[in-house]
């Protein structure tokens, strides 16, 4: 009886002991911070903003490709946004908190983010390109808009590789290369602040 009841007890101990959460703590490198506007989003106003009006946004949305550090430089051919999707939201003053969150403290390489909040998202309207670019807003409300897409697109390169080292019969080095292609993938975010001032005006913009 004892020797039943001590095997009892080790098997309780074992099943309390697997039963016991554990944590584990992220690498620094895969901790990710959101952050996320304070004020309270007001539904009826963006609603109101979103309704039906007599103006229209026309616009054309590219981008240029990026130089090796980065850069854009102007008289880079353009790369059309072909079949993608262009959001608009109405600005209201809790997007601009938002917006203004977003510059102070996203940071992409840190894995900080600034979102909206699931509400406030939900109060958009969307549109898509052509193969050429262009997208149309109809029947819009004189107000404050922000745009928004993004745009991917693949640049190519290549390069000389270092494939070893040759001697002839005098002694002469010669080094060996070979040519190697490779390509990098982009998303570009474009972005643009429109504001229609009349209603029944039609209001032409660069989303680059």
């Known amino acids: 009886m004892n020797f039943h009841k001590y095997l009892l007890v080790i098997t309780l101990g074992l099943?309390?002991?697997?039963?016991?959460?554990?944590?584990?703590?992220?690498e620094e490198k895969d901790k990710v911070?959101?952050?996320?506007?304070?004020?309270?989003?007001?539904?009826?106003?963006?609603?109101?903003q979103l309704a039906k009006g007599k103006a229209t946004i026309q616009g054309v949305a590219f981008t240029h490709?990026?130089?090796?550090i980065g850069v854009k430089p102007l008289l880079s051919p353009r790369i059309l946004a072909n079949q993608i999707k262009i959001t608009l939201f109405p600005v209201?003053?809790?997007?601009?908190?938002?917006?203004?969150?977003?510059?102070?403290?996203?940071?992409?390489?840190k894995r900080r983010y600034v979102y909206l909040s699931d509400a406030a998202y939900r109060y958009r309207l969307e549109a898509i390109t052509n193969s050429s670019g262009k997208f149309t807003f109809p029947e819009m409300k004189p107000g404050k808009y922000f745009l928004q897409g993004f745009?991917?697109?693949?640049?190519?390169?290549?390069?000389?590789?270092?494939?070893?080292t040759?001697?002839?019969?005098?002694?002469?080095?010669?080094n060996y290369y070979e040519r190697k292609n490779y390509s990098i993938a982009h998303e570009d975010r474009i972005e643009e602040f429109v504001e229609i001032k009349e209603d029944g005006e039609i209001v032409k913009v660069k989303l680059k």
């Open 15 to 26: 099943t309390t002991g697997s039963a016991q959460a554990q944590y584990k703590e992220p």
């Open 33 to 48: 911070t959101v952050f996320y506007p304070k004020s309270s989003f007001d539904s009826l106003q963006a609603k109101k």
């Open 65 to 68: 490709p990026k130089s090796s």
């Open 92 to 109: 209201t003053p809790y997007f601009e908190e938002w917006y203004q969150l977003r510059k102070d403290k996203e940071n992409k390489r």
């Open 151 to 164: 745009l991917g697109y693949t640049s190519n390169g290549s390069y000389n590789e270092y494939t070893g």
């Open 166 to 174: 040759g001697y002839s019969s005098s002694g002469y080095q010669t």
